[in-house]
């Protein structure tokens, strides 16, 4: 017997554990994972993104054998634009997720770099110690797809993002019998999806919601106008299929969404008669009551087309009586705001607005309690891992694990970096490696250390007051009186006259040390603390001290 | 027959339409229902509260007869330190809620001259033209009333925040049969809550958290951890009532739970048997099963106990296993980041966390469908306004309110401002005053205008880029370099080198211009254009650029 263990490592812990990239590593192998984005959270002030911390795989990239992509969403294929230029290994994933995959890597010039290879549902590859097979599973974008890896310990089972859905828009449903086969041969390990776990029950079928939209556009008197998420391309369908059941044409508003129903199409995974998609300029020759626009926007983006109807900024569109909007997605967490807001004034433009609270016009894309307990009981796997979820959701699939019998010893809760060593008898925490948040703030990636969130934070809070004092060169005497200047803090006439009372604050404290040359280290200081004082007791706000020194 | 008509406005329109404070006006009378403070929106950076804009009113101070408040939240009371000093007119209120007001005058140092008069459900007072009648509502906190004014145009109807709850805690039932009779007599006007408008059916009964409460201590192994909102003192009650059932102790964690303890104590709204009530010392000293904390925290308030517990920095009490924690609140939008990392802590630390998604921990204090419905068919009101809303609530309402038969005319949909003018027959939106965003940053209250808060922001996302140029006085030529200095824009060493590349530049452009005296105005332009478009080739950032001109 071998007596090499297999480590698993999630990485890209913002948020959601395991969701953007896990690490398998067994003896001189590693595969990857997926490979996909977080957005930053509310305190990460000015950044874009953020992407998982490779670190650990740029130390030994001779080990990394692959990348495999479960599914086409950003939070699992976006940072490989800015992870391949530097590990720039094969790239293994469905075919509509690569076409997705290669938009985004020719956005950023290194399509032709990369290495992609498609893969089919049912197939199989091999990684140096391990063997994957990839079966379809039912999720919010088709030929998403989960993981059966073999390994020398055993096998891995990994859910990628699932739901059961008997009725799917693509037909293809998950195949059950496929991992009850496994779950009688053994497995040694199940990585599951939580994002639902806190919902009782199971999520409803896609088909739930295709008879919503078919409902709606029979009885809905004007056009109808539907957002949701680009990716989304089975709503996209189910949309055009009631469009066209009605005798509605379409009209896409928006570059992301245009782009997905073009790939989408090119790839066969979205079917559209000829005549039903039309261009704007058609649109005036329509009576309203044959009129579909499906636009971008669900989450209340402020340039997205849906967004600039609702502020009746848009040049082609507004909102005009009879029109009904579907809100056919819910407020990604972070977004409700938006969300709310972009309702708020559809309704105030005269729309009659359907969403999620009124209307079965969503369904998610994760399997909820009874889908995850079905999961767990025909998989049977000795180790459970949960995975895509916050730290309570991991909580909580370890808890429903453990009322189905699994052991309390051979459950884990794993966090970014934590180092999981499995053998065939026994599993257990030996460590973690050390990651931190990768951020992407324009074209700079990683640099952001925690200084300059801080100052942003600062500055955004109460602004920032400058105090410019000019020094003597050869004396080291203070020349005049030291400049002052705001912004973000004060503007009104009293802000004027407090600023100019802490000039005379600043100069009284440098008189009272007499004209001789001064220690300007230590006046920074003092300088700092006489203003910071003084502007909380007058205002209770702390701006920024910036003291610069001039010399002349 | 009098000409005179009555009018409606709202003000205090961020969010929440009409919820923090409503005027009416007939002849030379003006009354205020409500005086609330709002929390400001995610762009207004650094922002405090924000609070109604009574510039309207202070034009006619002398029509003003006073400001009847319907209840003790934030929402409702919270402005009246700030309006009280420039506006000092009798304050109306109920015997809990003046108990609420006056904690916070005494904290602005405002309650002696302050002229605050207590009313009972039931009981009538006089202002002007307008007789207004109390009436008790269910909401969540005790103490709660509607309004029934009459007018010389008709009776008018305020609901207040309001539910149905035939069972709540305090036993105080809404009078449906006085609404019933007002309703055969006549109502001119039902202003109406439309916080959950969303919700179909009916809001369950405070009764339904008693049990659950109850249920969770009978069979919690150890302790037991309750957070809920400071003022949810029938919440407090249940706490209380189901520790003693089950032979458990309650210690109070957080300033303002303690102030709302002792405030309802004293003023009989909260009853506690003797030795009930412990000091946080004797806690050692107490088997876990007898013991449950209720603490503050329950919006995941950063300073708060519960979050302090959640990231193990509590002086005193720590989680332990075998801990319960019950989220009994609801994250207040905007809230629910730091709602779900409190509880992904908690979880971290070992404890059971119960939160509103997995059990009934908490019910809201908002009527649903339903009970708007009854409402509405109760007082037959001739005219319409629904209120304490966002512009999608109110639709929705009104909506409602036409499908029970008013005529699509009599109601109004009215937003920040907007004045409504009713006579005995008719009724029309005449116009709007003009009313802009009041915001309490730190001592100062309203001068913040929309410079601060777009400077605020620049900072925030890109920081800053402070450029120093010195000039001689007499010759008026650039002395030396000019001097560079960046704070939340960019940190390492490369950021380095581009502020000297940047400086390198500014030089280039200036000395363009020879050596001779130069226009500075003209020259703070061309740097900031310079700079900025520099910066954000380089970086695809667009830190704020402020160069200064010191003259020696």
Redesign the interface.
Request: glycine share 10%.
């Given at each position: 017997m071998n007596k090499q263990k297999l480590k698993v490592i999630p990485l890209g812990g913002l948020g959601e554990i395991g969701k953007n990239m896990m690490l398998l590593e067994y003896a001189n192998d590693i595969i990857i994972i997926d490979a996909g984005l977080m957005f930053p959270?509310?305190e990460m002030?000015?950044v874009d993104l953020v992407i998982p911390d490779i670190s650990y795989l740029l130390e030994k990239p001779e080990k990394v054998r692959g990348i495999i992509v479960t599914h086409g969403h950003e939070d699992h294929i976006g940072a490989l634009p800015y992870i391949l230029p530097q590990l720039n290994v094969p790239v293994y994933a469905t075919r509509l997720t690569n076409g997705l995959i290669s938009v985004k890597l020719r956005e950023k010039r290194f399509k032709e770099k990369a290495k992609l290879k498609t893969v089919r549902p049912g197939s199989k590859i091999i990684l140096g110690n391990f063997k994957i097979e990839f079966f379809s599973v039912c999720h919010s974008i088709p030929d998403s797809v989960g993981l059966i890896i073999s390994t020398p310990v055993g096998t891995a089972v990994h859910s990628g993002d699932f739901k059961l859905d008997y009725t799917p828009v693509d037909g293809k449903v998950i195949d059950l019998s496929r991992l009850a086969e496994l779950g009688s041969a053994g497995v040694l390990l199940l990585l599951a999806d939580s994002t639902y776990i806190?919902?009782p029950g199971y999520t409803p079928s896609e088909k739930v919601v295709g008879e919503t939209l078919e409902q709606i556009m029979a009885q809905a008197p004007g056009r109808v106008i539907v957002t949701t998420f680009s990716t989304l391309i089975s709503r996209v369908q189910q949309v055009i299929d009631a469009a066209v059941k009605h005798q509605r044409r379409v009209f896409i508003l928006g570059r992301s969404l245009r782009d997905t129903v073009r790939i989408a199409s090119e790839l066969d995974y979205l079917k559209a008669p000829p005549e039903v998609l039309g261009r704007l300029d058609e649109l005036p020759r329509l009576p309203h009551h044959r009129i579909v626009l499906l636009t971008t926007g669900s989450q209340g983006e402020p340039t997205s087309a849906l967004v600039r109807i609702a502020n009746r900024d848009h040049r082609q569109v507004h909102i005009i009586p009879g029109d009904t909007v579907i809100m056919s997605a819910t407020p990604v967490?972070?977004n409700?705001?938006l969300v709310?807001r972009t309702?708020?004034?559809l309704?105030?433009q005269g729309a009659r607005?359907i969403y999620e609270?009124?209307a079965q016009v969503h369904v998610h894309g994760h399997g909820s309690q009874e889908e995850l307990k079905l999961l767990l009981t025909l998989a049977k796997p000795k180790f459970f891992v949960p995975i895509h979820g916050?730290?309570?959701h991991l909580?909580?699939h370890a808890e429903l694990a453990k009322t189905l019998g699994l052991a309390e010893k051979n459950v884990f809760i794993l966090e970014d970096g934590d180092i999981l060593e499995l053998g065939t008898e026994a599993a257990r925490k030996i460590g973690k490696i050390p990651v931190s948040n990768v951020y992407v703030?324009?074209?700079?990636i990683g640099?952001?250390?925690s200084?300059?969130l801080r100052?942003?934070?600062t500055?955004?809070?109460?602004?920032?007051v400058?105090v410019?004092f000019?020094i003597d060169k050869k004396g080291g005497k203070l020349?005049?009186r030291p400049?002052i200047?705001s912004?973000?803090?004060?503007?009104?006439k009293?802000?004027e006259l407090l600023l100019e009372k802490g000039r005379d604050l600043i100069v009284a404290a440098l008189d009272h040390r007499g004209k001789h040359s001064i220690e300007w280290g230590s006046i920074n200081t003092k300088v700092k603390d006489i203003l910071t004082k003084f502007f909380y007791n007058?205002?209770?706000?702390r701006p920024?001290i910036?003291p610069?020194t001039?010399r002349?």
């Open positions: 959270e509310e002030l000015g806190e919902l967490p972070g409700e705001a709310n309702i708020d004034n309704f105030r607005v609270k009124l916050e730290y309570r909580s909580l703030d324009g074209l700079v640099d952001l250390d200084i300059i100052d942003r934070k500055l955004s809070r109460d602004g920032i400058v410019i000019t020349m005049g400049d200047v912004r973000g803090f004060i503007n009104t009293e802000g007058e205002t209770r706000r920024m910036l610069i001039v002349v």
